[in-house]
């Protein structure tokens, strides 16, 4: 969430930045009753403190009185004081409480550099990289060759979990676990600490992240009669790793690739553009998150890029990199980058589909889960530090490129070399 100092004394410019992600006009009130509040939280507490001391002055008082009526009446004035600092107290918290959910449900600040702007449309394309096939033949999606292939089953996952799922078979394992593998492998040579993160978080870390654990905006899987949900990304365990630790700038950043299953509800997520492996209910994914200082968090975010694009150059595939408008934002983002891969079966003739993204969320996240380091400089008070994650792999729209941009015209496909040495073979399917 933001500093609440931050926001009482630049509201306007709050609103102004709520208004350019284009949130709920219900959101920007917040900004006005946030201010409102604050000022009943100061005059309240002050009365509170003022209460305290004439306590004190009374206890003070007590101790010293011999005369027992004017000691009668002190004890009488205490009891009376008593009794008012737990009713005050008591509205405090409630006044305090409900300040902090209102101020969790305003935005992020926007980095200067991000585009202004309302939909996807309005993002800025910073380049694209690779050259897009050319077939002498028509090419197939990744539904066809995963049917011919025998590598992805929908109909009988659909059967056994509903729609949104998928049975990966034969050498599609292979392939799911070369990506995995070389993914951790590049980023373990980066320097990342490798993580199996927990398939299921409490709902305080996913809300200290950003995400919505019950409700109907929710994207994610609660688990009934609990306080527990299934993680939509590892973004959110590896982010509540270290909730409530005071870290040492000496060890910043800290780089962590994590692996984890990947759980979405996918509410309202339909049309030909989402069949398949596009959008389902549960796929695994390989995520970079760092830890940083904020004079180094600009960096690390051009680091998270140039690894994902390093990893999509690497298995040939051709891409295009967004610089996301203001609009299209994530509530903890200040900044993202997304990826888009070339799909040669998407669409009519093929089309960009998003296969990574990469943001910097400042002290946005790290506020709600109190992740604070202890500056070098001694002299200086504990500071929150900013959050950053990025996608390394997604595997399952990995596997939708993978297979479409390189399938032959005999319906095989080509492993890119990097993954040859985990599949132990060259290519999927009947030899040329």
């Not at 759980?263 to 492996?277: D, I």
């Not at 549960?282 to 600009?298: A, G, L």
């Amino acid at each position: 969430m933001l500093d609440l100092k931050y926001v009482i004394a630049h509201a306007d410019e709050v609103k102004a930045n709520c208004r350019n992600r284009c949130v709920a006009q219900d959101i920007i009130d917040e900004v006005d009753q946030i201010v409102r509040l604050d000022a009943e939280r100061r005059e309240l507490t002050q009365a509170v403190e003022e209460v305290r001391r004439r306590q004190n002055e009374i206890a003070q008082a007590t101790s010293k009185e011999k005369n027992p009526d004017a000691r009668a009446r002190l004890v009488a004035e205490g009891r009376a004081l008593k009794d008012s600092i737990a009713d005050r107290e008591a509205s405090l918290k409630a006044l305090e409480d409900d300040l902090k959910r209102r101020l969790a449900r305003i935005p992020n600040r926007t980095h200067p550099d991000a585009p202004i702007g309302r939909t996807e449309e309005d993002s800025r394309e910073l380049r694209r990289v690779g050259s897009i096939p050319t077939f002498t033949f028509p090419p197939k999606d990744h539904v066809e060759l995963g049917k011919a292939l025998d590598l992805i089953d929908f109909e009988s996952a659909a059967k056994v979990s509903g729609h949104g799922f998928y049975f990966l078979k034969n050498d599609a394992v292979l392939l799911d676990l070369a990506l995995q593998r070389f993914a951790i492998d590049l980023l373990i040579r980066k320097g990342y600490t490798p993580v199996v993160t927990p398939d299921l978080a409490r709902n305080a870390i996913l809300e200290g992240i950003g995400f919505a654990p019950r409700g109907p905006e929710t994207q994610v899987y609660s688990i009934e009669d609990t306080d527990l949900s299934l993680v939509g990304t590892a973004e959110i365990t590896l982010g509540g790793l270290h909730a409530d630790d005071l870290l040492d700038e000496a060890d910043l950043p800290i780089r962590y690739v994590g692996l984890s299953h990947c759980f979405r509800t996918e509410a309202g997520a339909a049309g030909r553009a989402s069949k398949g492996l596009y959008r389902v209910h549960q796929f695994t994914k390989v995520e970079m998150f760092v830890f940083s200082t904020p004079e180094t968090s600009d960096a690390l975010h051009k680091e998270l890029l140039a690894i994902e694009e390093e990893i999509f150059q690497a298995l040939g595939i051709p891409y295009r990199v967004l610089d996301i408008c203001t609009g299209d934002l994530g509530g903890p983002a200040a900044r993202k980058f997304d990826l888009e891969a070339w799909m040669p079966g998407r669409g009519e003739g093929g089309e960009y589909g998003e296969i990574t993204s990469t943001s910097d969320c400042w002290d946005y996240q790290s506020r709600r889960l109190n992740v604070r380091y202890r500056p070098i400089d001694k002299n200086q008070k504990p500071r929150f530090v900013h959050t950053l994650n990025g996608t390394a792999i997604a595997i399952s729209r990995a596997l939708i490129a993978l297979m479409e941009n390189h399938q032959t015209a005999h319906g095989a496909i080509v492993i890119p070399e990097p993954l040859r040495p985990y599949v132990g073979k060259d290519v999927i399917g009947p030899p040329a």
